[in-house]
């Protein structure tokens, strides 16, 4: 596909749809666990809104079955699934919820502190990064959509914005939401965060 060349370059992120573990707030990293229907509603409802926004471009998923699930549901071929777009890994947290955390650590969150056995701000930032420079190669020819997940969605938000990873605590994205990154005159920008699904 070559890019139109009278608009700037898009990337989209799309948040897989709703699972149990998503609704009651544990921890999903590596666990694979399948939508909820609401889930898969949400999906089918954010492929309707990328489809009225006319998105096309080269589509990169988690390996994880619910976010390739949720891309399958909304419409979008897949032209590579990468372990680059995988959920933050909560090592030893995962599968629990942040009050449960905080029973033991006090005023814990995946933002400001360590993840015993998992990922660190400075690995997800890394991580971030290297898959970010692969979209900026990929702009120039067609625009991007990634579909992820809810923490490293936030944290590509930031990186893009030339943030450091953990200000994507500042950045909400639902279940199935979709965020907008763009450029204004070359500057990175978010055009768009949690769009409605039609």
Same mark, same amino acid.
């Given at each position: 596909m070559t890019h139109d060349e009278h608009r700037e370059p898009t990337v989209y992120l799309l948040r897989h749809g709703?699972?149990?573990?998503?609704?009651?707030?544990?921890?999903?990293?590596?666990?694979?666990?399948?939508?909820?229907?609401?889930?898969?509603?949400?999906?089918?409802?954010?492929?309707?809104t990328l489809a009225a926004l006319g998105v096309k471009g080269r589509v990169l998923a988690s390996p994880?079955?619910?976010?390739?699930?949720?891309?399958?549901?909304?419409?979008?071929?897949?032209?590579?699934?990468?372990?680059?777009?995988?959920?933050?890994?909560?090592?030893?947290?995962?599968?629990?919820?942040t009050p449960r955390i905080r029973e033991s650590v006090p005023d814990w969150t $995946?933002?400001?502190?360590?993840?015993?056995?998992?990922?660190?701000?400075?690995?997800?930032?890394?991580?971030?990064?290297?898959?970010?420079?692969?979209?900026?190669?990929?702009?120039?020819?067609?625009?991007? $959509?990634?579909?992820?997940?809810?923490?490293?969605?936030?944290?590509?938000?930031?990186r893009w914005l030339e943030l450091p990873a953990t200000a994507g605590v500042r950045f909400g994205l639902g279940t199935a939401g979709i965020a907008v990154l763009g450029f204004e005159r070359g500057v990175p920008q978010l055009v768009r965060l949690n769009l409605p699904t039609a």
């Open positions: 709703e699972t149990e573990w998503s609704r009651s707030g544990q921890h999903t990293g590596r666990t694979d666990i399948p939508l909820t229907p609401q889930g898969r509603a949400q999906a089918e409802a954010a492929g309707r994880r079955d619910r976010a390739r699930v949720t891309a399958e549901l909304a419409g979008l071929t897949v032209d590579e699934v990468t372990e680059d777009l995988a959920e933050w890994d909560y090592g030893d947290y995962e599968g629990l919820t $995946v933002w400001t502190h360590p993840i015993p056995g998992g990922e660190s701000a400075e690995q997800v930032t890394a991580r971030a990064d290297r898959l970010l420079d692969r979209v900026r190669a990929l702009l120039p020819e067609t625009d991007v $959509v990634l579909v992820g997940h809810g923490h490293f969605s936030r944290v590509l938000v930031a």
